[in-house]
C-alpha cells in the first residue's frame, strides 16, 4: 500500500529557539489545539477542499508518498484529492503532544498521528507542525514528520517473572537479606540487587542481571558480587518453580556449581534453596528452603 501519513500535520523547523507559551497565549493554544480536531475531522470526511482552506496560501506541501512538493492552497487541494481517490476509506487520528510560541504569530505545534487504512495496519509517525497567524486565524504553513521509533522488547519471553518485580526481605535473628527487582528500560532485562545485613552493617552485595538469550531461546541470568565472585545461570520452569543451574567462579578462582530453586508461592510470598552445590570439586550439604516476603505488599510488583 502506499503509505499516508500525516505529513500535512508536520513542519520543517532549523535552528529555532522556542519560548515557553505565554499567559496571554492560552486563548492560542486553545485555538490551534481545535483547528488539529477540525483537520482530522476534515480529513475522515474526505474533504479536500476543507484541508487545503486550513494552510496558509504560501504553504508548501511534501507529499509524503512521491516527496513532490507543492505550494499553495489549489495545488495542496489536487494533491488531498489524489491521495482520497488512491486509498479508499482512510482515516486520520492525531494527538497533540505540545504548542509552543516562537513568536506572537508563529506556533510549533508537535505530536503524534496514525493513518489507518481498511485491513491494513495503522501506520503511525511523530510529526511537527508550525502554524502562521493571519488575521486573526492560525493555519497549517510547514510540515515534517518520522517514523514512531519501534522498541525492541523481550518482555514477552521474561513476562513469567513479572512476579519478582518489587522489593523482597528474608530475615532471622542473624541479620537479613533485602532483594529489590526492575525491569531496565524497554523490559529487555531484570536486574535484581541484593544485600546481606548483619546488624547495621553489609556484609555482601551484590547484583543479578535476568535476560533472554536468543541463540539459545532461553532465560539466563548473570551475577556479580561484592567479594569479587561471579556466575551465569540457565532458568528452567516447572509449573510455579523457576530451576536455575548456575556456574561460577569464586574470588580465589575456585569453581562452583548449584541448583538453585525460586518458587512463586503467592503474589507476596517465595521461597529459595540451592542444592546440588559443589565448590572447588567438593559436595556441600544442601541449603534449607527460606521463606521471602514481599516488603511493600503487592503494590511492589507493578
Not at 238 to 257: A, F, L, V
Amino acid at each position: 500500500m502506499k503509505r499516508v501519513t500525516l505529513a500535512l500535520m508536520a513542519a520543517a523547523l532549523v535552528a529555532l529557539c522556542v519560548r515557553p507559551v505565554a499567559a496571554d497565549q492560552a486563548d492560542d493554544e486553545a485555538t490551534i489545539r481545535k483547528e488539529v480536531a477540525a483537520y482530522v475531522t476534515a480529513f475522515n470526511q474526505g474533504d479536500a477542499k476543507a484541508l487545503a482552506a486550513m494552510w496558509s496560501p504560501e504553504a508548501v506541501y511534501t507529499n509524503p508518498i512521491s516527496g513532490e512538493q507543492v505550494a499553495g492552497r489549489e495545488a495542496i487541494e489536487e494533491q488531498f484529492a489524489a491521495i482520497f481517490a488512491e486509498n479508499k476509506g482512510v482515516k486520520l487520528s492525531a494527538t497533540t503532544r505540545s504548542v509552543q510560541f516562537i513568536s506572537p504569530s508563529v506556533a510549533l505545534e508537535t505530536g503524534t498521528a496514525a493513518v489507518i487504512v481498511p485491513e491494513q495496519e495503522p501506520e503511525e509517525s511523530e510529526y511537527t507542525a508550525v502554524y502562521v497567524k493571519r488575521d486573526d486565524a492560525w493555519l497549517l504553513d510547514r510540515v515534517t514528520e518520522e517514523d514512531v521509533p519501534v522498541v525492541v522488547s523481550n518482555e514477552d519471553h521474561l513476562q513469567e517473572l513479572q512476579w519478582m518485580i518489587g522489593s523482597w526481605v528474608d530475615q532471622d535473628e542473624v541479620g537479613r537479606v533485602e532483594t529489590t527487582c526492575q525491569w531496565t528500560k524497554n523490559r529487555n532485562f531484570i536486574v535484581r540487587m541484593f544485600s546481606m545485613v548483619v546488624g547495621d552493617q553489609v556484609e555482601q552485595s551484590g547484583m543479578q542481571i535476568i535476560g533472554w538469550d536468543a541463540a539459545a531461546e532461553q532465560i539466563r541470568s548473570w551475577v556479580f558480587d561484592s567479594n569479587g565472585g561471579f556466575s551465569q545461570g540457565v532458568w528452567q520452569q516447572k509449573s510455579k518453580q523457576w530451576y536455575i543451574q548456575s556456574t561460577g567462579t569464586m574470588r580465589d578462582g575456585s569453581k562452583m556449581t548449584s541448583t538453585n530453586i525460586l518458587t512463586s508461592v503467592d503474589d507476596n510470598t517465595l521461597t529459595w534453596q540451592s542444592i546440588n552445590r559443589i565448590v572447588a570439586g567438593e559436595l556441600l550439604p544442601n541449603l534449607d528452603e527460606v521463606v521471602v516476603v514481599r516488603a511493600g505488599g503487592a503494590e511492589e510488583s507493578k
